[in-house]
């Protein structure tokens, strides 16, 4: 399954990318890492798009301490859609 996440936080997008870039290791346990991506929309939301996610896995990492402790020193709050291709 492929996701697309609209994320908002509260602090500034360089520290939101960073703690993305940080991820890399453990979102490549749930997802395709080499194809994610993550892009800032304004100052505030960012839209990032993760290809083949093992989603069970990838809300099992997201639950863990260390992953509760970025968000709220962020202020990240998720929106999650799951998409297809077209063709």
Known sequence: M???IKGSFATNYEEVHKEWVNGSKTRAECCDESRSIISKIDDHNYVALLFEVDFQ???????????AEIMRENGIKNEM??????G
Do not use: D, V
């Open 57 to 67: 896995k990838m809300l099992g990492l997201m639950a863990t301490p260390e992953r």
């Open 81 to 86: 859609y799951q998409f297809s291709p077209l």
């Open 2 to 4: 492929n996701i697309l």
